[in-house]
């Protein structure tokens, strides 16, 4: 049998918030009208991240050629670290015509003999979804002949979204993965930490204190991860969702299948950090484990408090403005709260009903949720009188015209600011962006139009 | 010359250095003014395509995609996509051009673009781009030929005044405004095609995210006919100019494999000489040709004692590897993304078409590397000298200026990598 999730299952994910309303398949997309990636890119998000693993793209040359090191998935697997690598069976005409799946298989043992990871991932692509190139026929073979796992997994970019593509990517971990191994010890505080892929470090700006706290994070799906964990994951005792919605189906099967309960959260800001690490405490259900969290929360909350005291005078009374998608549209705008910002307006444009909720509770009543940024942004900056503008690199320009601060709020790809010291990260770099010069001087008017 | 090696029992690429040919179609259609590229495919390809573009230039760029679905994929024959897109296209902006380019998916199932654009009732080109076959710059010479062909008017007279320039993929923005300038202080009127010096070259105004801004425009594409004089430069631009010439019995042309380095940069200026009868050069060119012989003398002593590795597209291996042998640099190895007749042409002792994992592999043979922003990694992990060059590089800022071309390029260009060379030998002592 194919180990090909159904589609039409899980786009009609009943943990999701619209689906309990009016019944909707997820909007296919627009031709000429869409931004965004497709469902490979969300599977290679969800999964790249182990690094003990390699990953092996079946398809032509754009699908890992233009991808591959371009996301900061930290580790500290100690051996060759193969999320910097990119594989890639780079399909040609020929292989479209008689089928590339001898290459496949080649590619594969090449791979063993060269790296031996400790799993092999095979994603199919649009094309070799097509010309019917059966990987998991291949990837069982694999794994019998190489005695490591070998997940097919089955998200060419013409099924969906990015964010489906995830979803496919969860769903190749439970069925090849996770529960395939037993852990060696179990603990009662055993979590799964699910959708924190560890981008420029994020993870660990929050895992020491896990540790601190006894809490153990037996796998993650999968920032820093290891397949030997994932496999594990089934004996957790609560699934952690950290800042992604695509991965909700994994963990509700992983609860009808195995039990575990799940919480969902963000690291991001201090409220958010707190209140993370406190639900988790909760859900484990250990009265002192509860007590060491809040004594451990309050601890942490003071330290970054009296380190923030540096940057109060230069947020206080800043307005900002904040333009960018998904759980970033009410995390970020908190994480500018807790600095000292009002948060003037945030666009929700590209954002789910759950998280313009979430941006409205932190925005409250006289915050403008933007749904057409692009032409509201420049209006409001002038309204509200903001003093900063946080946003992806297209909307610099609004910035200068208005003479405002800018900062790109993508450089969260390369410097981390989740947990509490990311915060710092953040607060640093905001400063740097307000006592920059450079977004009043090069609007400055050139000596032949004055 | 070199010891080519063209095929590979390799049934994979590692760490690829290879781009598609769709990702190269794209890029030559933001060379066109106001232009909206329209990637035909999934819509990751254009989301990738995006993204990589944006890293590298730091500037918005204009693509759409026709988002091809699984069920769309079996049912339609591009008619619908492509239709509909231009349609949605046009209710937001009104492009002076779609870009129509195709991915993998729909030439697997052999979509009829032809047959779809004479469908569309806008102003289109369109060209075949499956990225199984080719790479980065055969998408971009494709693209200028088929901006050739289903554009420029025939013509029967000519313009001696009027010079079209054909830039390879590899060339930066600042390097085709250098070539342009150069040839238009002899009193020509140039025009290149496809032309980033004018939209991708990292200029601050209002832009108009949504279209490419700046490049040549589609009247001035139309109107190529009647140029007198045609230079191409790159192997890969040779067709483009074929079909350039079918447009006109009275058009000549003139090819440079590359212009880097004293010789190419020479060669150059003694065809424009001649063509025009002028009995000199601007006193900047010529205190840049001082500069550059300067520059080969200055860097000859560290250039001479390295062995460099160096790793790009074949048309940019050609001019690199030979700027850098002039001045005695000891090119070891040469890695091709994809085939070309370039490469027998390249000044290195070994030419490979490979990946980087074959860079790895032959680490014994060289110091330094010149090269796009992957070799990095291989550059830290080997302990050898790095001059990022080529795509991607998002490393770097500035990448739409970096200029080796020419005589004042040239000498940019060995500073820089004897200087690197120089620094790789005090980490490593």
């Not at chain 1, 290679?44 to 032509?60: C, E, M, R, T």
């Not at chain 1, 069976?89 to 090449?110: P, Q």
């Not at chain 1, 540096?310 to 307005?319: A, G, I, S, T």
């Not at chain 2, 010479?141 to 050739?148: M, R």
Request: proline share 4%.
């Amino acid at each position: 049998m194919s180990s090909k999730p159904k589609i039409k299952d899980l786009l009609d994910e009943s943990a999701c918030e619209h689906n309990k309303k009016k019944k909707q398949a997820c909007n296919a997309p627009k031709p000429g009208a869409t931004t965004g990636g497709c469902a490979f890119e969300g599977a290679q998000i969800s999964l790249f991240p182990y690094a003990d693993a390699a990953h092996l793209v079946h398809g032509p040359i754009t699908c890992l050629g233009s991808s591959w090191e371009t996301r900061a998935t930290k580790t500290t697997w100690p051996g060759r670290d193969l999320t910097r690598m990119g594989f890639t069976t780079d399909v040609s005409l020929n292989d479209v015509i008689f089928s590339g799946e001898e290459k496949l298989v080649k590619a594969i043992d090449d791979i063993m003999a060269r790296y031996s990871p400790e799993a092999v991932f095979v994603y199919s692509t649009c094309v070799t979804a097509m010309i019917g190139d059966d990987i998991d026929l291949i990837c069982r073979q694999a794994a019998a002949k190489h005695g490591v796992p070998m997940v097919p997994v089955h998200a060419p970019g013409f099924v969906g979204s990015k964010n489906l593509g995830s979803r496919l990517g969860g769903e190749a971990a439970l069925r090849h993965l996770i529960g395939t191994l037993e852990p060696e010890t179990t603990t009662p505080f055993d979590i799964n930490l699910i959708g924190e892929y560890n981008v420029t470090g994020d993870m660990w700006q929050y895992k020491h204190l896990l540790d601190k706290l006894g809490i153990r994070v037996l796998a993650t799906l999968s920032g820093d991860g290891r397949i030997k964990d994932i496999r594990c994951a089934h004996r957790a005792k609560l699934n952690v969702i950290v800042c992604a919605k695509s991965l909700v189906s994994l963990t509700r099967k992983m609860h009808e299948q195995y039990g575990i309960p799940s919480v969902s959260l963000s690291f991001y800001g201090k409220r958010d950090t707190s209140k993370g690490l406190l639900a988790i405490a909760a859900a484990l259900g250990d009265p002192g484990l509860v007590a060491r969290t809040e004594k451990l929360v309050a601890h942490e909350e003071a330290r970054l408090e009296e380190r923030l005291k540096l940057y109060r005078d230069v947020f206080v009374d800043k307005k900002a403005v904040l333009n960018t998608g998904g759980n970033k549209t009410w995390s970020i705008a908190a994480a500018l709260q807790d600095l000292g910002f009002e948060v003037v307006a945030t666009a929700v444009k590209k954002a789910t009903e759950d998280d313009r909720a979430r941006a409205r509770e932190y925005l409250g009543e006289k915050g403008v949720l933007m749904m057409n940024p692009g032409v509201e942004q420049a209006r409001l900056i002038d309204e509200k009188g903001a003093h900063l503008l946080l946003a992806g690199g297209r909307s610099l320009y609004t910035a200068i015209k208005k003479g405002i601060a800018f900062a790109d709020v993508n450089q969260e790809k390369k410097k981390s600011y989740g947990g509490y010291d990311g915060l710092l990260n953040l607060a640093e770099d905001l400063k740097n962006a307000l006592e920059n010069p450079v977004f009043k001087l090069v609007a400055r008017r050139a000596p032949w139009q004055k | 010359m070199a010891e080519v090696t063209r095929k590979r029992d390799k049934p994979l690429q590692v760490n690829p250095v290879k781009l598609s040919q769709p990702m190269g179609a794209t890029l030559a259609f933001l060379g066109v003014d106001r232009c909206m590229p329209l990637m035909h495919g999934a819509q990751g390809c254009t989301s990738f395509t995006k993204v990589f573009f944006t890293r590298h230039f730091c500037e918005p760029i204009a693509i759409q995609t026709t988002a091809v679905t699984d069920a769309l994929a079996v049912l339609d024959g591009g008619d619908y996509s492509i239709v509909e897109s231009v349609k949605n296209i046009c209710k937001k902006v009104s492009p002076s051009l779609i870009g129509l380019h195709t991915t993998g998916l729909p030439e697997t199932k052999g979509d009829d673009l032809r047959g779809v654009a004479s469908k569309v009732g806008y102003p289109l080109v369109y060209v075949n781009t499956p990225d199984y076959e080719g790479g980065f710059e055969s998408g971009w010479a494709l693209t200028c030929k088929a901006l050739i062909e289903q554009l420029v008017a025939p013509a029967a007279t000519v313009n001696d005044n009027k010079l079209v320039l054909l830039p390879h993929v590899s060339l930066t923005p600042i390097e085709v405004e250098n070539i342009k300038e150069l040839i238009e202080s002899f009193g020509f009127n140039v025009l290149a095609l496809p032309d980033l010096s004018t939209s991708l070259d990292g200029h601050l105004g209002e832009k108009q995210a949504a279209l490419s801004s700046g490049g040549i425009s589609v009247e001035e594409i139309k109107s190529l006919g009647d140029a007198g004089l045609v230079i191409s430069v790159g192997e890969s631009m040779r067709e483009s100019a074929r079909v350039l010439l079918q447009k006109n019995a009275g058009m000549r042309h003139h090819h440079f494999s590359h212009l880097q380095g004293l010789e190419a940069s020479d060669s150059l200026v003694e065809l424009l000489l001649d063509e025009t009868g002028f009995n000199g050069v601007t006193p900047k060119v010529e205190r840049w040709r001082q500069r550059l012989q300067d520059a080969m003398l200055d860097s000859h002593f560290s250039l001479g004692q390295t062995r460099i590795l160096v790793v790009g597209e074949p048309d940019q291996l050609a001019g690199t590897c030979k700027i850098l042998h002039d001045a005695g640099g000891r090119v070891t190895l040469a890695i091709s993304s994809v085939d070309s007749p370039q490469l027998e042409k390249i000044r290195a002792k070994r030419v490979l078409v490979g990946d980087l994992e074959d860079a790895e592999a032959a680490a014994d043979e060289y110091d330094l590397i010149v090269g796009n922003c992957h070799c990095q990694a291989l550059a830290h992990r080997l302990r050898k000298g790095l001059v990022l060059r080529g795509f991607p590089n998002w490393e770097e800022v500035g990448n739409p200026l970096k200029n080796d071309l020419l005589y004042e390029g040239g000498a940019y260009f060995l500073y820089e990598t004897a200087n690197a060379a120089e620094e790789m030998r005090r980490k490593t002592v």
